[in-house]
């Protein structure tokens, strides 16, 4: 009671200007959490914020990011970055920069704690710097068509990743799908403000989407409604439209999931050169991937969900990008997969929840054992091989997105851990039982929870929608009512009887 009543008044008084301490998710418990959910969110993004540092999160000198970087297992302090990126690190970046441009004060909070007016022109700065590298790739690698591989980003003039020459890829940590529309949002923060200098930055990010926009089809269609997961490139250095030039899919893995790979899909109905009969195509190839299921376990449900790949909190990633929630069912729907996420995590007794993540660090070679992909809940996913000895912090936004108070007592919970706190905020995962943890920070595992307390990009997706005018077409795809009735194909099979005799024809 004691210790309750000091806490108490230590929150009433509690000064949001204030320096947290690096631990302090040991001073809040889970009642505080939900009792004073913005003041945790302001300790939270001041101590995220310590990732974005030149050569731990970022190169200053091209604006690219970096994957992440590994931490000492001692001290915490970083020691090897890793030197690639992908353009889901990029959309996470840009996503933040878009808000902070837009005056979020909490993402000025990451940004620039002790100015937290400077943060729109900070990220401004950097989005210009960003476009200029864009921009050289695009000269030295035209084949891409303006999209970016897993790249190399360490060096002034980026360039593709070992491996990914002559080839760009559309799923798990896609070049394209998310980067897109945080592209689209921030161009959107930018021209809002009342600044040529941002306007014309804005100019400039439109022409490069204007363009990778053209070159969609060429690139990832081969008809049918098929788009390649992987594309195999004749030659990088040739442009897209050079005789010589040519795409095909490197294998029969196509990208037609509607979690993440449905923010491409939706780019390609709003932006593309495709025929009307080939966007309606897109949808019909990629609905029978969309299906429903129950979550029943331990007592809970049953909890009528969309069946998920894994049902990792990573699918959710185009929640922080589209208005979804603007059509109430499917709102309805994807809040009840949060029922299903926290729930399981309860049913099962885990003290997190699970997401597509980078697994333990081994102490004796400091090395990361691996990448888990298959962590989600069986028992509503089509993938039913899974691995659940891992949690991770950012498996707690897709709850942020609809009760920060209840989504950041899940990251809570798991930050508590021992080493799940370092010099630069949260861990990227910690075993179930605690003894190991991945020291490891990246984007994907901090700034999407970052990110989703911002509200994602959605607001700002959706102003633009209005103004491009194609808003309300989004709407009805979503709800399923640019379907139209069906007529009959099948008749009733003529079995031998007679027709009465009083009715002929």
Known sequence: MIYSTRRFLALACYKRNDKPSCRFGLEWSQQDVLDHTDDFIWDLLYWEGKFHQNDVAYNTANGMSYDGTQLDWKSGKRTTKHTFSAASKEALQIMLYAQAISGSKEAARFLTPQNLGAAPGFAATIMETKLKTYLQFNETYPGFGGYLPWIKTDIQDIKPQDGWDNRIKGWANSVYRELIWAVYACIEALQKQPNAKFHKIADGWQDWLDYV?????????????????????????????????????????????????????????????????????????????????????????????????????????????????????????????????????????????????????????????????PAGIPSIASQKDQYHDVI????????????????????????????????????????????????????????????????????????????DGIYNEFLKITEGEDIDLCLPKEKVPDAGLKDFTACRA
């Open 392 to 467: 991770t912090p950012y498996g707690a936004f897709p709850v942020v997105l609809f009760d920060k108070g209840v989504g950041l007592a899940w990251w809570r919970n798991m930050i508590v851990g021992k080493k799940m706190q370092n010099p630069y905020g949260s861990t990227e995962s910690t075993r179930v039982d605690g003894e190991l943890v991945s020291a490891l920070v990246t984007w994907d595992s901090k700034v999407t929870t970052v990110v989703a307390l911002l509200g994602g990009v959605v607001d700002l997706v959706r102003d633009r929608m209005r103004s």
């Open 213 to 373: 926009a053209s070159t969609a089809a060429e690139i990832f269609y081969i008809g049918k409604g098929r788009v390649c997961a992987v594309t195999e490139i004749a030659d990088q250095t040739l442009p897209v439209d050079d005789p010589k030039q040519s795409y095909k899919c490197e294998t029969e893995t196509y990208l037609d999931d509607p979690y993440e790979g449905e923010l491409f899909t939706y780019f390609l109905q709003f932006f593309s050169k495709l025929s009307k009969a080939d966007k309606k195509k897109l949808w019909e190839y990629k609905r029978p991937k969309l299906e429903k299921t129950e979550y029943s376990q331990g007592g809970v449900g049953p909890i009528t969900v969309r069946k998920g790949f894994w049902f990792s909190s990573h699918e959710i990633w185009n929640q922080l990008e589209l208005p979804y929630y603007d059509v109430d069912i499917v709102r309805r729907l994807f809040l009840n997969g949060e029922r299903a996420r926290t729930c399981n995590s309860v049913v099962t007794k885990s003290p997190g929840l699970y997401a597509s993540v980078n697994n333990s660090t081994d102490p004796e070679t400091d090395t990361i054992i691996g990448y888990i992909s």
